[in-house]
């Protein structure tokens, strides 16, 4: 990872390095965890007496579902527990929580480029083509993930479980599910295979976007609220851009509109990745400090953004990236 | 520069450092923060607090507190027994348990202990009081209504019929 930084700041590329890492955390963390659950219980699916026990493995997808429930009752509607010692990590929902508020602090929506270790999957699937095979995309499927957002917000509450995971999580087709005991718990697998393989390998392979990110995910949309409190931004420079819409396309988030680059900025779901950024011919798309001028020292911007998030990603990622090696080696070697 | 400039600056600067300060301060702050919330898991996940402690013989019985789910869960209110330790359980337990504590058994619990802790369990009750529900041969169905091993105990939910 150190050396992935050094190459930032000699090429001056920010896209096209930190998709290494991010596509490594993606597709390393499912073989670091899925090998963690099969030593430690021999199967995917988590068993209800491991759920009584409180040692479902919490990831941060499910956070924007139990704020409700636990500010109207103090109760957390998710099978885990709340200190450390009872998820399959060690860590328990507030060492999660926790990490999530330190990072979502330094990088905003950021997160879901330096942070999530489930993005970098899709990424990877929307880095394989050259081009594009399906380009029309309507703008309003951006719209979506803040539908599901609401949905699964008000549906936690009544329910009194995380309705998310329960139903619509496509990453649990490659981390765990709830263990299938009838047929509801079939239909529920089969949903997370079906939206697993649409929107995280068949559409970023058809449209290279993070389609699932962009058009699905209610933790991204709710991260997007953080965009607004987050120091550093993407601006574009009006007074260099042509505009060619070489940003648009390149953005992976459809976070660029054209009457977004006519107003100098990103739409909210910008998740900081630096494509544009990489892409502009006129160097028009800049890093930005929230109350500076636009192009003025947009490196000192990218230098102080790239410092805060690559120690963030370094803290978070770098050890799953190590054990997810560390399986491989162990497995196959 | 202007004050604006100053303001933002700084407060990137201010980023920067709290991002140096997240592994080693940060973290922790926040994960005692949370946890100094007064949270509590869902009790259909957790089985409620425990209420007290029937000891028999060689090993006890946890009685918790009945557990009552909120208005649209899909879980019916039961309450949780747990026999504890397992490795004092005989092959075959069938305890008459006072639940309620006014001296008379509400139900009769009938299960085998199978010295393989990966084999399922199954479990009966037989009320004797009509609050309780009856359950026959029942493994893990529900949150509200299963028999299963955890750790060194292995733990009922007996489903309530007129809570």
């Given at each position: 990872?150190?050396?992935?930084?050094?190459?930032?700041?000699?090429?001056?590329?920010?896209?096209?390095?930190?998709?290494?890492?991010?596509?490594?955390?993606?597709?390393?963390?499912?073989?670091?965890?899925?090998?963690?659950?099969?030593?430690?219980?021999?199967?995917?699916?988590?068993?209800?007496?491991?759920?009584?026990?409180?040692?479902?493995?919490?990831?941060?997808?499910?956070?924007?579902?139990?704020?409700?429930?636990?500010?109207?009752?103090?109760?957390?509607?998710?099978?885990?527990?709340?200190?450390?010692?009872?998820?399959?990590?060690?860590?328990?929902?507030?060492?999660?929580?926790?990490?999530?508020?330190?990072?979502?602090?330094?990088?905003?929506?950021?997160?879901?480029?330096?942070?999530?270790?489930?993005?970098?999957?899709?990424?990877?699937m929307a880095s394989v083509p050259k081009r594009a095979k399906l380009r029309k995309i309507d703008p309003r499927w951006r719209y979506l993930p803040w539908a599901v957002l609401l949905a699964m917000v008000l549906?936690?509450?009544?329910?009194?479980?995380?309705?998310?995971?329960?139903?619509?999580?496509?990453?649990?087709?490659?981390?765990?599910?709830?263990?299938?005991?009838?047929?509801?718990?079939?239909?529920?697998?089969?949903?997370?295979?079906?939206?697993?393989?649409?929107?995280?390998?068949?559409?970023?392979?058809?449209?290279?976007?993070?389609?699932?990110?962009?058009?699905?995910?209610?933790?991204?949309?709710?991260?997007?609220?953080?965009?607004?409190?987050?120091?550093?931004?993407?601006?574009?420079?009006?007074?260099?851009?042509?505009?060619?819409?070489?940003?648009?396309?390149?953005?992976?988030?459809?976070?660029?509109?054209?009457?977004?680059?006519?107003?100098?900025?990103?739409?909210?779901?910008?998740?900081?990745?630096?494509?544009?950024?990489?892409?502009?011919?006129?160097?028009?798309?800049?890093?930005?400090?929230?109350?500076?001028?636009?192009?003025?020292?947009?490196?000192?911007?990218?230098?102080?953004?790239?410092?805060?998030?690559?120690?963030?990603?370094?803290?978070?990622?770098?050890?799953?990236?190590?054990?997810?090696?560390?399986?491989?080696?162990?497995?196959?070697? | 520069?202007?004050?604006?400039?100053?303001?933002?600056?700084?407060?990137?600067?201010?980023?920067?450092?709290?991002?140096?300060?997240?592994?080693?301060?940060?973290?922790?702050?926040?994960?005692?923060?949370?946890?100094?919330?007064?949270?509590?898991?869902?009790?259909?996940?957790?089985?409620?607090?425990?209420?007290?402690?029937?000891?028999?013989?060689?090993?006890?019985?946890?009685?918790?507190?009945?557990?009552?789910?909120?208005?649209?869960?899909?879980?019916?209110?039961?309450?949780?027994?747990?026999?504890?330790?397992?490795?004092?359980?005989?092959?075959?337990?069938?305890?008459?348990?006072?639940?309620?504590?006014?001296?008379?058994?509400?139900?009769?619990?009938?299960?085998?202990?199978?010295?393989?802790?990966?084999?399922?369990?199954?479990?009966?009750?037989?009320?004797?009081?009509?609050?309780?529900?009856?359950?026959?041969?029942?493994?893990?169905?529900?949150?509200?209504?299963?028999?299963?091993?955890?750790?060194?105990?292995?733990?009922?939910?007996?489903?309530?019929?007129?809570?």
């Amino acid at each position: 990872m150190i050396v992935l930084f050094f190459m930032m700041m000699r090429t001056w590329n920010t896209y096209r390095w930190r998709r290494w890492f991010f596509v490594a955390l993606g597709l390393l963390f499912p073989v670091g965890f899925i090998h963690n659950v099969m030593v430690m219980r021999g199967t995917m699916g988590i068993p209800i007496e491991e759920m009584i026990a409180g040692r479902t493995p919490f990831c941060y997808l499910p956070i924007p579902l139990l704020i409700l429930p636990a500010a109207f009752t103090k109760t957390l509607v998710f099978p885990g527990s709340i200190l450390p010692g009872g998820g399959m990590s060690g860590a328990g929902m507030a060492a999660m929580a926790g990490l999530w508020l330190a990072i979502t602090i330094v990088v905003g929506k950021g997160w879901c480029s330096y942070a999530c270790f489930f993005g970098g999957i899709e990424e990877g699937m929307a880095s394989v083509p050259k081009r594009a095979k399906l380009r029309k995309i309507d703008p309003r499927w951006r719209y979506l993930p803040w539908a599901v957002l609401l949905a699964m917000v008000l549906l936690s509450l009544a329910l009194f479980e995380p309705a998310y995971c329960m139903w619509l999580c496509p990453f649990k087709a490659v981390s765990e599910y709830v263990a299938a005991r009838n047929t509801v718990g079939l239909i529920q697998n089969g949903i997370f295979v079906v939206l697993f393989a649409g929107l995280v390998v068949v559409l970023p392979l058809l449209t290279k976007k993070r389609t699932q990110c962009s058009f699905f995910c209610p933790f991204g949309a709710f991260q997007s609220i953080f965009n607004k409190t987050s120091v550093f931004d993407v601006k574009i420079d009006q007074t260099r851009c042509s505009p060619c819409v070489l940003c648009l396309n390149a953005c992976p988030t459809m976070s660029l509109t054209k009457e977004s680059i006519a107003r100098g900025e990103t739409l909210m779901s910008c998740m900081k990745c630096g494509a544009c950024v990489d892409v502009c011919p006129k160097h028009a798309a800049v890093w930005h400090i929230k109350g500076t001028e636009v192009a003025k020292s947009p490196e000192r911007a990218r230098l102080m953004f790239l410092y805060a998030a690559w120690g963030m990603a370094i803290m978070f990622g770098g050890s799953i990236i190590a054990q997810g090696v560390a399986t491989i080696l162990h497995v196959f070697v | 520069m202007k004050p604006r400039e100053k303001l933002g600056y700084t407060a990137a600067g201010v980023t920067v450092f709290a991002a140096l300060l997240v592994p080693f301060l940060l973290f922790g702050v926040f994960t005692k923060g949370f946890a100094a919330l007064g949270l509590h898991v869902d009790d259909v996940y957790s089985g409620g607090p425990k209420a007290r402690t029937v000891q028999t013989g060689a090993y006890s019985i946890d009685i918790h507190r009945p557990v009552f789910p909120h208005l649209l869960q899909s879980e019916k209110p039961f309450v949780q027994l747990d026999w504890r330790p397992v490795s004092a359980l005989p092959p075959y337990v069938s305890d008459l348990v006072d639940i309620d504590g006014d001296g008379q058994p509400d139900i009769r619990v009938s299960f085998d202990v199978p010295r393989d802790p990966k084999t399922p369990l199954r479990v009966s009750v037989e009320p004797l009081n009509k609050r309780y529900e009856a359950m026959r041969n029942v493994g893990k169905e529900k949150f509200s209504r299963l028999i299963v091993r955890v750790d060194d105990a292995i733990l009922v939910r007996v489903p309530l019929a007129h809570p």
